[in-house]
């Protein structure tokens, strides 16, 4: 699905977390991507560097103090950066400014990126091999379920008219999940925007050595040139934007919420709103201010399933018996893709440990409440908005 937020040439892996309990699940991730046989050629090593400039004195309450704090009581390593010019002896590459005198941040090398399409394409390859059998296209797309007066789902509805009938049901369709299925408030789809720029061979070779940067206070990212397309690849982290359905799109799944276009495209829309573009070349000229201004190869919107504390969702659903609701990613589930499968299967069985279990269970408390959505911290920049009519015209 050229919408899916895996189609894509790049995600961080890392293990930085200020919530213990996903510090020691990526740590495992990240084990596992640097050091197996099967993510070679998938995963590359990179310096992961966190910053702020938000203006809070020793980084106050922040979620970078919270996260060295983490990293530090597992004795994980880290080094601080105090100053902008202490990460420009570290990173000479980055000629910005970075940050004003209230900057702060740590870096690990201990951290890297995945080619998102390859591990998925593996993933894709490994699954045919298992025995496992893909309906894509109409007949494949979820447009809802027909259950019986238990509120047990005897079949799926698809957009060919047809039904697929099953006696166990997992929906882990990202964005998407939110219309498929009631989540009662506790998912939200949101679109982050990210863009590409085409370097030359010598840029290539000038930018090699760049890491991986968030600064934290803008939401802005990057990663390091990927060498099969020469694209330096930057996207924000941010609240994002929300997309109502179409009118038909209501009518067909009797949902209301914000969802990506059910139609996908072939390819992903080279679109992103004009204020989210603004955003990411501010945030490029804070590290590369020589590239600020070139045009980008390409834009597009990624699509993230957010739920209100930024916790994953591992449990089945309160209205269908036999329904297993595998998602709630929040913008930071790939990282976690060679170890995710164990935790799903440990939630199909209902044997995940008391503190997982509740973490990840399907909350309803959240029904009819605004500004529930305020993620586990890590996002910066402006509120979430809805897309005009204009912009989802685009999509």
């Not at 977390?17 to 990240?30: F, K, M, P």
């Not at 166990?168 to 949101?190: C, D, E, K, M």
């Not at 297993?324 to 995940?352: D, E, M, N, W």
Request: glycine fraction near 8%.
């Amino acid at each position: 699905v050229p919408d899916g937020s895996s189609v894509d040439i790049s995600r961080v892996i890392r293990f930085n977390y200020a919530d213990e309990v996903y510090l020691d699940i990526a740590y495992d991730a990240y084990h596992e991507w640097s050091q197996s046989p099967k993510y070679k050629g998938i995963f590359e090593p990179s310096p992961f560097v966190l910053t702020s400039d938000d203006g809070l004195e020793d980084c106050g309450q922040s979620y970078i103090q919270k996260t060295t704090a983490a990293l530090t009581k597992k004795q994980l390593p880290w080094t601080r950066l105090p100053s902008v010019d202490a990460v420009k002896r570290l990173y000479p590459v980055l000629t910005g400014r970075l940050g004003g005198p209230q900057y702060c941040g740590h870096h690990n090398h201990q951290a890297g990126w995945a080619d998102a399409s390859k591990a998925i394409t593996h993933l894709r390859d490994n699954c045919i091999e298992l025995g496992v059998s893909f309906i894509c296209g109409r007949l494949g797309t979820v447009v809802g379920f027909d259950t019986d007066s238990n509120g047990i789902i005897q079949c799926v509805r698809n957009l060919a008219g047809s039904t697929i009938k099953g006696d166990h049901f997992v929906l882990a369709a990202g964005a998407w999940s939110s219309s498929i299925a009631p989540t009662y408030n506790s998912t939200l789809s949101t679109a982050q925007v990210i863009a590409y720029m085409r370097l030359t061979d010598s840029e290539m070779v000038e930018y090699k050595n760049l890491p991986i940067v968030i600064n934290f206070s803008i939401g802005w990212f990057n990663f390091p040139p990927h060498p099969d397309t020469k694209m330096l690849k930057m996207a924000i982290h941010g609240y994002g934007y929300t997309r109502a359905p179409s009118t038909s799109e209501r009518a067909l799944m009797r949902s209301d919420v914000s969802s990506p276009p059910l139609h996908p495209p072939r390819e992903r829309p080279d679109f992103v709103p004009v204020d989210g573009e603004s955003r990411l070349r501010e945030g490029l000229r804070e590290i590369l201010p020589e590239l600020a201004d070139r045009p980008f190869e390409k834009v597009a919107l990624c699509w993230y399933t957010d739920t209100p504390t930024g916790d994953f969702i591992m449990d089945y659903h309160p209205d269908y018996r036999n329904l297993f609701l595998a998602g709630g990613g929040s913008g930071h589930a790939f990282k976690f893709l060679p170890v995710l499968g164990k935790y799903t299967i440990l939630g199909l069985k209902r044997q995940l440990s008391p503190k997982l279990a509740s973490k990840w269970s399907f909350k309803t408390e959240y029904k009819g409440r605004q500004g529930v959505f305020e993620g586990d911290g890590s996002r910066g920049g402006p509120a979430k908005r809805e897309l005009s009519s204009e912009e989802r015209a685009k999509l």
